[in-house]
């Protein structure tokens, strides 16, 4: 995964719109086309954006594949933007 492919998924406000829905547990594909006015094509085409930035986790679970967020990838880019943004505080003084 890099930072790349990463910020090229969240561009779309789509895909973040999926990473929301996300944020309160797994969901199938199903449920997430439920909370849009577009097709189940569009939104599988969405999650597999996602897969490949590896900002999801899909489990399968009987007849069911289920989404969530992958936290660890979220995590690394929140270290990595409070790294850039350093620590102004110490050099205001």
Not at 6 to 12: E, G, N, Q
Not at 50 to 69: P, S, V
């Amino acid at each position: 995964m890099g930072f790349a492919e990463t910020f090229k998924a969240l561009s779309d406000p789509v895909r973040r719109e999926i990473l929301t829905l996300l944020k309160d547990g797994r969901l199938t594909a199903g449920e997430i086309v439920e909370n849009f006015n577009i097709t189940a094509p569009t939104i599988s085409y969405h999650l597999n954006i996602l897969k490949k930035a590896d900002l999801l986790r899909e489990t399968k679970y009987k007849n069911f594949i289920y989404y969530e967020l992958n936290t660890s990838v979220v995590e690394e880019i929140m270290l990595w933007l409070s790294d850039l943004k350093g620590d102004d505080e110490d050099e205001k003084i």
